[in-house]
């Protein structure tokens, strides 16, 4: 029985086939090597030279959809803030501490977590002299 040898398209080598008639390249990598080659070669005739985009690749730009998509990311976020974070573990607003500082004049704050003493005096912390004072006339606050 006579071998008959064949010259694989893509890398020129001689190979026996296992296909007789049928079988143009010598293994699967030739084979899929050819034919992206093929595709390159018909893709730079059509373009001559152009970039053509794709499916695949990013556009330049904002696009509505995107908008879309961030607009309902950022009010889910704050939905599932107000809904799973107690009020006393949220962060302190600008607005909350200008209250602060209009209840106070902005020098005395309330210190929460030292008892009062035997004469009604409430523990302030006072922001000029940096430390904490005892006073009877201002206002007991939460």
Partial sequence: MEKYLYIC?????????KRRYKQKFCSNS????????????????????LKVPTE?????????GGIGNATIANIATEVGK??????????????DIQ??????????????NI?????????YYDMELKSVVYLNNLPKWN
């Fill in 30 to 49: 030739c084979r899929v090597n050819s034919h992206i080659r093929n595709k390159k070669l018909q893709l730079n005739r059509t373009t001559k030279g």
């Fill in 56 to 64: 695949k690749e990013p556009k330049d730009g904002v696009t509505w």
């Fill in 82 to 95: 107000s809904l799973f974070i107690k009020e006393e573990n949220k962060p302190a607003t600008k607005g």
């Fill in 99 to 112: 209250s602060l500082l209009a209840k106070t004049n902005g020098r005395f704050f309330r210190v929460a």
């Fill in 9 to 17: 398209e893509y890398c020129s080598k001689e190979y026996i086939p």
């Fill in 115 to 123: 008892p009062v003493r035997n004469d009604g005096a409430i523990a």
